[in-house]
C-alpha cells in the first residue's frame, strides 16, 4: 500500500535507468533509480506522460527535485511512486552524478540495493540446460549459472536471446545485469529488456577462483498463474498473543490469554489453497498452501487491505496475471509472490 504525500521530504536526485513502458494487471507503468547523496532507490511512476521528462533528465544527467510523490512498500522495498501530481523540478546539489553500472566484484553485490544494474567480470560455472517459461502468453528462453570471481559466486539467470550464448568456463563481462533479491536469496538477471545489458568475452583472471559450494534446494521458482482457489479462510486474532478470539458484537474475548479487546483492532491472519500453472505448463499444476505472510503480499500486489472479503480476495487473486513463484516441492508451500519485472 502506498504511504501518502503529506510530510514526505523532497527528494534531490540523478535520475539514471528509465525503463521503457511495461505493463501489469492493466496498468501501464515505467522504472528508474533515483540516486541521491547516500543512496540508490528504486522508482515507479504510473503517469507514462512523464516518460520524456524523466529520460530528458537521465540523459542530460541534471539533477532534480521531487516533490508530492508517494512511498509505495507493497513489494517488499520502498519504493519511490510517481505519480501525475508529482512535481519534477531542476535543482543544483553538492555532489557528482556517478555512473551506477561501474564494475564492481561479486562480493560487493551483497552491499547493493535490490533492482540496481551492475557491471560485474565472472567466470561461467554450473551453466544449465535452455528451457522455456512463459511471460505475459509469450515463450521466453531461460538459462542460469553461476560467474565467479576471486571474491565469491552469484547465480546468474539469462533470459531470451542472451540464452544459450554463454560458454562453461570461459570469462565475460556482463554489463548492465539487474540485482534481485527474494526472501531465499540474492543473485542477477539480464534485464526484461534486452538491449539494456552487453554481455561480451573478457580476459582470464590470475587470481584463484572460489569453488561454488551450493546445496540441492527443495524451493523451486518460475512464473505461475492462479487458476482457481481451492480453500480461503479469515481468522481474526488477538492483538496481544495472535491466539484466536471470539466475536461478540464490536467485542472480541482471546481464547488464550482472556483478554478482552475491540474486535476492529484484532489481527487478521489468512489462510489459502490455490491451484496454480508453473511456467505456462498445462501439465505442470500444482495445490499450493499460501500462509499469512504470503497472503498479505498477494493481498498488496491486489491492492487489497487486509480487512478484504473472501470474495473480493479470491476474485483478485483470479483477475491477477501471471507471477513470479518460489514454492517447496517437499511441503507444497507457495513462499514467495513477486511481480513479473525483470
Known amino acids: 500500500m502506498a504511504e501518502r504525500s503529506e510530510g514526505l521530504p523532497e527528494i534531490s536526485c540523478y535520475i539514471h535507468a528509465v525503463s521503457p513502458v511495461k505493463k501489469s494487471n492493466g496498468s501501464s507503468y515505467i522504472n528508474c533509480d533515483l540516486q541521491t547523496e547516500t543512496q540508490v532507490v528504486r522508482a515507479v511512476c504510473f503517469e507514462v506522460g512523464k516518460k520524456q521528462s524523466l529520460e530528458s533528465l537521465a540523459n542530460q544527467k541534471s539533477p532534480v527535485k521531487i516533490r508530492n510523490y508517494?512511498?509505495?512498500?507493497?513489494?517488499?522495498?520502498?519504493?519511490?511512486?510517481?505519480?501525475?501530481?508529482?512535481?519534477?523540478?531542476?535543482?543544483?546539489?553538492?555532489?557528482?552524478?556517478?555512473?551506477?553500472?561501474?564494475?564492481?566484484?561479486?562480493?560487493?553485490?551483497?552491499?547493493?540495493?535490490?533492482?540496481?544494474?551492475?557491471?560485474?567480470?565472472?567466470?561461467?560455472?554450473?551453466?544449465?540446460?535452455?528451457?522455456?517459461?512463459?511471460?505475459?502468453?509469450?515463450?521466453?528462453?531461460?538459462?542460469?549459472?553461476?560467474?565467479?570471481?576471486?571474491?565469491g559466486f552469484i547465480k546468474l539467470v539469462l533470459y531470451g536471446k542472451h540464452a544459450d550464448t554463454l560458454e562453461e568456463g570461459k570469462v565475460f563481462s556482463f554489463n548492465r545485469v539487474r540485482v534481485k533479491i527474494t526472501k531465499n536469496e540474492r543473485y542477477v538477471n539480464t534485464p526484461k529488456n534486452e538491449s539494456e545489458c552487453v554481455i561480451s568475452p573478457d580476459e582470464s583472471f590470475t587470481e584463484a577462483l572460489p569453488s561454488v559450494e551450493t546445496t540441492v534446494s527443495p524451493v523451486l521458482e518460475g512464473t505461475g498463474e492462479i487458476l482457481g482457489v481451492t480453500n480461503i479462510s479469515k481468522t481474526q486474532c488477538c492483538c496481544s498473543c495472535n491466539k484466536k478470539v471470539f466475536i461478540n458484537g464490536n467485542l472480541a474475548t482471546c481464547e488464550s490469554c482472556k483478554m478482552v479487546q475491540k474486535a476492529r483492532s484484532c489481527k487478521v491472519q489468512w489462510y489459502l489453497r490455490l491451484y496454480i500453472e508453473v511456467n505456462g505448463n498445462s501439465q505442470q499444476r500444482l495445490r499450493l498452501t499460501?500462509?499469512?505472510?504470503?497472503?498479505?503480499?498477494?493481498?498488496?500486489?491486489?491492492?487489497?487491505?487486509?480487512t478484504a472479503t473472501h470474495e473480493e480476495f479470491t476474485q483478485c487473486m483470479l483477475n491477477l496475471d501471471p507471477l513470479f513463484i518460489s514454492y517447496d516441492i517437499q511441503t507444497n508451500k507457495l513462499i514467495n509472490v513477486d511481480i513479473i519485472d525483470i
Open 70 to 151: 508517494t512511498i509505495s512498500k507493497k513489494y517488499g522495498r520502498e519504493d519511490v511512486v510517481i505519480t501525475r501530481k508529482t512535481n519534477l523540478i531542476p535543482t543544483v546539489v553538492h555532489y557528482d552524478y556517478q555512473e551506477l553500472d561501474k564494475n564492481i566484484s561479486i562480493s560487493t553485490i551483497s552491499h547493493v540495493a535490490g533492482e540496481q544494474l551492475v557491471r560485474v567480470k565472472g567466470e561461467v560455472q554450473q551453466l544449465s540446460s535452455t528451457k522455456t517459461v512463459v511471460f505475459d502468453e509469450v515463450p521466453v528462453k531461460k538459462q542460469q549459472c553461476f560467474i565467479v570471481d576471486p571474491s
Open 290 to 306: 499460501a500462509f499469512n505472510d504470503t497472503a498479505n503480499k498477494l493481498l498488496r500486489i491486489g491492492n487489497l487491505a487486509p
